[in-house]
């Protein structure tokens, strides 16, 4: 069973930075892709970043310049630095690890951005 265990939400001021963390444990295979997504309440859900087994990361517009995605590839880990936060950023952000042919996702970590 493969589990992804997100941490690092919280609330925080605007302008003020916040680092998740993502990491997936149990029988899981060869990790291509990691990323992170977002859904705020009332919107769909949307990517925010996204990195592959070679390290070469894609971002949303939503954040480019603010954020950075980086993965360890010995710990099956992916983290998203959030910097410059803003109150539009609040949204509850979920990890995604896809390893052929399955979808795994995380549960969910809100994080929550004070004008």
């Known amino acids: 069973q493969v589990q992804l265990v997100e941490s690092g939400g919280g609330l925080v001021q605007a302008g003020g930075s916040l680092r998740l963390s993502c990491a997936a444990s149990?029988?899981?295979?060869?990790?291509?892709?990691m990323g992170w997504y977002r859904q705020a309440p009332g919107k769909q859900r949307e990517l925010v970043a996204g990195?592959?087994?070679?390290?070469?990361?894609n971002y949303a517009d939503i954040g480019k310049g603010r954020f950075t995605i980086s993965r360890d590839n010995a710990k099956n880990t992916v983290y998203l630095q959030m910097n410059s936060l803003k109150p539009e950023d609040t949204a509850v952000y979920y990890c995604?690890?896809?390893?052929?042919?399955?979808?795994?996702w995380g549960q969910g970590t809100q994080v929550t951005v004070s004008s």
């Open positions: 995604n690890v896809f390893s052929s042919p399955v979808d795994y």
């Open positions: 149990g029988s899981i295979g060869r990790i291509t892709f």
């Open positions: 990195i592959n087994s070679v390290g070469a990361t």
